[in-house]
Structure formats: structure tokens, C-alpha cells
């Protein structure tokens, strides 16, 4: 095993099946093979038709009188196989059709009669992803073709449209009539946003207001004129990427997301310093500021929210001041991290990759009442969070002495993700910790931990929670390929003394793969659903 402070390597790309060890009462010593389960968005060249293929298929005629569209004698179709799914009523059959891709939602018209009106009557679901990518002629007049194409042929309504006009290069008067077309009434779902980023969206946006349940609006400006009265009854999730807007017209949005919002996403967004949040409903936020704008976002005052549950820092390359004045729900927060990216300036002077920050004001500040906490560590500590279960944190170096400071302050935390860029050089606690341990019942009952090679600082670190956390369920170690080997695992069994531990149930588990979801794959509102979001 090796010790000293070295930087991390990177972590592999999530998403492959991954090879596990696994100590405790219901693992074997051997590694076994699982699959290691994560959504994933797909890349928009993954999926792409070929430039030539048809998506809509022949409008078909009538049904074929012989076809009942009941299942044959036994419920057997040809080659044995149930057919389970005909027996579903058309309405549960347009709702699967309605959930999928448009290009196979347009092809279950192939696979029998009954199924020929499906695709029309279910509600649509149209996403520019699915089509050929590419920024030359004939990839964009495609793209735009196929999109006009399907709405035209569609009768409607619409469950779900996603666009991003400024990089389809679709004219302004395309897109305008493409929100108009009837294939979208009663739409529910929206990603959308300006044909020129500095533009404001056409009107034709907001005819969906009444009916829209998730909208996303990016690269767009929302001018105080087209904010004022609107008003989105039904809406749960708001998303807001690369949004020019004033504080006054962010205030007036929220607003009129009364009384369903329940997940709101600031990503990006530049035209106000401070956001004050005051909603009965919401349940999740979630904030990335813009570095480099004229009116920089640096203040979040979460002022009266009684629903809130999830509070995410989703960037760490500059600082945010949040304060927490009611938010009695909260459970879920992060990431707290003393970790920031350059500036366009340090940048330019070689420094390229993310290293701890000794400038407290590019730390985020987390303020709930008189307690303080920069970064990862804990400031100023005179009233403890009782309400906080889980918790994130990217650390510069790998430190029990932070991570002890936050179970003080949040000593009903249950959950821990850890992100260390180092293993740092010391984490003994025998002595150091003794007081604390006799004093503090550790409720801590799963610890992911990020980059373990097994130093001594990090042995040091881990032990301290086999041998005293008595509550503890699982630990979790991402590690990197070349340890994983029977002898590594074996070494670590000795070295993290896990005969010894605390709770007799339990397991501790590495993988290859990561075991702590990054903040920058949380790009979606619909992240923001997720009851615990930084699980991988």
C-alpha cells in the first residue's frame, strides 16, 4: 500500500457492468459480477436515423375486419410466446406508445392491425435528439424536415416536445409554427427555448401554459413584459438553463407556478445576483451559477419553503452565499466541496484542472441561522441541523476532521458521499477523537467513498467508522482497475480490521464503477425528482 498526497486519478465513465467485492454477512470473499445500474442520457448521435429513413409510416387504412385483435386460443401467439400485452385496453396501449421514442412509437404500426391507429391517437412524444446530428446542410434541413413531418401527420395531442432551435438553425417563422401545430395541443412536457440565445422565445411558447407539467426554457431571455401573467396551474418541474432574466421576472415565474411546482433548476442564469425563495410547494432545488456574465448570481435566501426536502450546489467553480431561514423539511444537501475551477485568468496562467481553494470568497457559504459552513468545513457551529439525513462533499484532501465536524452539525445524518481529490497525509483519531467517540452515537448508515487506493491516511479514515459506527449498513469504495485484484481485497479485509466492526450487519463493497453521481450529470430538472440524487 502506498501513502502521501498525490492527486486522484479520474474516474471511469459510469454506466458498464462493473466487477464487485463484497465483505459482510450476506457476501462471498470472491468478486462477483453485477451490473452496475445508472440512467444515462443517451447521445443524440447514438440514436440518429439515417438520413434517408422514413419515420412516419403510409397512413394505413381501415382495420382488417378479420383481425379482433383478442389473443388466439391458450393466449399463445407463433412461436409459443404469451401475448400479455393485447389484452390491455387501447387507452393503456396509446399511454406505452405515448412513452416512447417517436420513431418507435411510429413503428408498432407494423405489428398488427390493431396496433395501425395506435401511434396516431397516443399523445406524442417528439424529441430533435432522435434524429440525424451534424451541422452541415443536409443533417439540419433533415432534422427540421423529419420534426415538420411528424407534426403534420400527427392529429395530436401532445405528452411531450423537445427542441433546442438555436442548434437545429431552424428560421424563427419553422419553430413558431411548430408550437402552433395541433400534434401538440394539451401538451405536457417542454423543452424549448430561442432561435438566437439573447432572444426571447416565440409567443407561441406559452399557449401550452395551462396544460404544461415539466417545462425546461434554455438559451433564451425572458423579458419583465412576457413574464408578467403567466401563470402554469399545473406545472411540477421548471427548469431554467442559460435564462437571461431579472430578478423581479424570476420572482413573478415562480410565482406563477402556484400551487404545483415542486422542482426548480436555476442552471446557468445571469440578470440577478439574489434569488429569494418563498413557495409552500417546492420539494427540490437546485442551483449552478454562471461564471462569466456582467450580473453574476451569488446570493440564494431560501426564505419560507416548508415542503423543501433537497437543496443542490451543482457547481463549485465559484461561490454562492445560501441562506437557510425556514426550511424545516430538509433532508438532502450537497455538494458542499472546498474544490473550484480556474478563472478565465488562471486559466490563462496553466492552471487547468480542478484544486482546493485557500480564497474563502470563491468557497460556497452554507448559513443556517448563526451556523456557518465554507466549503466543507463547519465555520461557525452554534445551532446543530437536526433535519439533514444526507449529505455531499467534494474535499481537496481526504479529512476525518471535516467529515467529524459535519456529523456535529448535522448529527442525524444518515447518508454520506464522499469525493476527496487526495488522500491526504493524516486521519489517525484514536487519541484525537476519543472524547467524541464516548460522547457522539454515530448514526451513519452508508458511506460512499470515492477514488480508494487503500493509504495509510485513508485505512486510517475508514476504520474509524468499522469500529465505531454501530449503526452502519453499507460502505461503498470506488477503486480504480488495477487494485482489483483477490490480494488487494484481502489486504484491505486485514487492514480496515473488519472482523472488528461495530456493526455485526455490516457489508462493504468495491467497485470499479463510481459509486457517487458528479453534480455535472445533473442537468435535467427531472434529476431534481430523484429522492436521493447523488446515488449512483
Not at 272 to 277: G, M, N
Request: a positive charge; charged letters at 25%; one cysteine or more.
Amino acid at each position: 500500500m502506498r501513502d502521501g498526497l498525490r492527486p486522484r486519478r479520474q474516474s471511469p465513465p459510469p454506466g458498464k457492468e462493473t466487477r464487485v467485492a463484497g465483505f459482510g454477512p450476506n457476501t462471498s470473499k470472491k468478486r462477483k459480477l453485477v451490473g452496475h445500474q445508472r440512467r444515462e442520457e443517451v447521445p443524440p448521435a447514438a440514436v440518429g436515423l439515417d438520413i434517408h429513413e422514413e419515420v412516419i409510416a403510409p397512413t394505413p387504412g381501415a382495420p382488417d375486419p378479420k383481425s379482433t385483435g383478442k389473443l388466439p386460443a391458450g393466449g399463445e401467439v407463433d412461436g409459443g410466446a404469451v401475448d400479455r400485452i393485447s389484452n390491455l385496453h387501447d387507452d393503456n396501449l396509446r399511454h406505452i406508445v405515448s412513452l416512447l421514442p417517436v420513431k418507435d412509437g411510429a413503428r408498432t404500426q407494423i405489428l398488427a392491425s390493431r396496433w395501425r391507429h395506435l401511434w396516431r391517437s397516443a399523445p406524442l412524444n417528439l424529441d430533435y435528439r432522435e434524429f440525424p446530428s451534424g451541422c452541415l446542410p443536409p443533417y439540419i434541413d433533415s432534422r427540421i424536415a423529419v420534426i415538420s413531418h411528424i407534426l403534420s401527420s400527427h392529429p395530436g395531442p401532445g405528452r411531450r416536445f423537445c427542441i433546442e432551435p438555436c442548434y437545429l438553425h431552424a428560421p424563427e417563422a419553422t419553430v413558431d409554427a411548430w408550437l402552433r401545430s395541433a400534434a401538440l395541443d394539451k401538451l405536457q412536457e417542454l423543452e424549448t427555448g430561442s432561435t438566437i440565445c439573447i432572444d426571447p422565445p416565440p409567443a407561441s411558447t406559452f399557449r401550452f401554459s395551462a396544460t404544461l407539467c415539466v417545462a425546461t426554457l434554455g438559451k433564451c431571455s425572458l423579458p419583465d413584459d412576457i413574464v408578467q401573467g403567466l401563470h402554469f396551474p399545473l406545472l411540477k418541474q421548471l427548469g431554467l438553463d442559460s435564462v437571461r432574466i431579472t430578478e423581479f421576472s424570476l420572482d413573478s415565474l415562480i410565482a406563477g407556478c402556484t400551487p404545483a411546482l415542486e422542482c426548480l433548476l436555476i442552471d446557468r442564469c445571469s440578470g440577478f445576483r439574489s434569488v429569494r425563495i418563498n413557495s409552500l410547494s417546492l420539494i427540490s432545488i437546485g442551483v449552478r451559477p454562471e461564471c462569466y456574465c456582467a450580473i453574476p448570481f451569488r446570493e440564494l435566501i431560501i426564505e419560507n419553503t416548508p415542503s423543501l426536502e433537497r437543496l443542490l450546489h451543482l457547481d463549485f467553480s465559484i461561490g454562492i452565499h445560501v441562506s437557510i431561514v425556514s426550511a424545516p423539511k430538509l433532508q438532502t444537501l450537497g455538494c458542499l466541496s472546498d474544490v473550484t475551477l480556474p478563472t478565465f485568468a488562471e486559466s490563462l496562467n496553466g492552471i487547468s484542472g480542478g484544486f482546493r481553494n485557500s480564497d474563502q470568497d470563491r468557497l460556497p457559504m452554507f448559513v443556517f441561522g448563526s451556523t456557518v459552513i465554507k466549503g466543507p468545513r463547519v465555520d461557525k457551529l452554534t445551532t446543530a441541523v437536526r433535519t439533514v439525513k444526507t449529505l455531499a462533499v467534494q474535499m481537496g484532501t481526504l479529512s476525518l476532521d471535516t467529515v467529524i465536524e459535519l456529523m456535529r452539525c448535522f448529527p442525524s445524518l444518515e447518508k454520506m458521499y464522499i469525493q476527496p481529490r487526495s488522500e491526504g497525509e493524516n486521519n489517525v483519531w484514536r487519541r484525537k477523537h476519543r472524547n467524541f467517540i464516548r460522547s457522539f452515537d454515530i448514526p451513519i448508515k452508508t458511506i460512499a467513498l470515492e477514488c480508494y487506493e487503500g493509504s495509510k491516511s485513508e485505512v486510517d479514515f475508514v476504520t474509524f467508522f468499522v469500529l465505531n459506527a454501530r449503526l452502519l449498513e453499507l460502505m461503498t469504495f470506488h477503486i480504480q482497475s488495477h487494485v482489483n485484484t483477490e490480494v488487494f481485497f484481502a489486504e484491505q479485509r486485514r487492514e480496515l480490521q473488519l472482523e472488528k466492526k461495530a456493526s455485526k450487519g455490516a457489508q462493504f463493497h468495491f467497485t470499479v464503477g463510481r459509486c457517487v453521481r458528479s453534480v455535472w450529470t445533473m442537468r435535467h430538472v427531472r434529476d431534481l425528482g430523484l429522492i436521493d440524487p447523488f446515488a449512483c
